[in-house]
């Protein structure tokens, strides 16, 4: 199950990587008021990510330590998207609030997985 894991968080990495490094201006309007270039900045360590995500997902017996990265990395995730949405600033517009929300939901489910499925 883990290696499924690991290709769903890697899919929605390069989903959205691509979106903030293609229309990063688009992306920014439509979530609020993110600089564009941290937008794209974020966009391309997303798409580093997902490249990490998808060769860990090849691997026969993936090391411990590459596992809970990838968790540690999505609860830092959650806990950023909750911090920026507590604090009013960047993430604004009502469909971008939702977005974040949900996408914040899926990665935090991915995180918990991966915790919990990492090899011994």
């Known amino acids: 199950m883990l290696p499924y894991v690991l290709r769903a968080n890697a899919a929605s990495c390069a989903l ?3 979106l903030f490094v293609i229309v990063g201006q ?3 309007d439509f979530i609020g008021s993110p600089p564009v270039w941290m ?3 974020l966009g391309g360590g997303l798409l580093i990510n997902a490249a990490a995500l998808t060769w860990t997902s090849t691997q026969a017996q993936p090391h411990r330590f590459s596992v809970l990265a990838f968790a540690l990395g999505d609860l830092i995730w959650v806990l ?3 911090v920026i949405l507590a604090g009013g600033f960047w993430i604004t517009t009502p469909g971008g609030i939702t977005w974040a929300v949900c996408v914040a939901v899926f990665v935090g489910v991915c995180g918990a997985l991966q915790w919990m499925l990492a090899p011994r």
Request: proline share 0%.
């Open 16 to 18: 959205f990587g691509a």
């Open 26 to 28: 688009a992306s920014a």
């Open 39 to 41: 937008l794209q900045v």
């Open 80 to 82: 950023a998207t909750a």
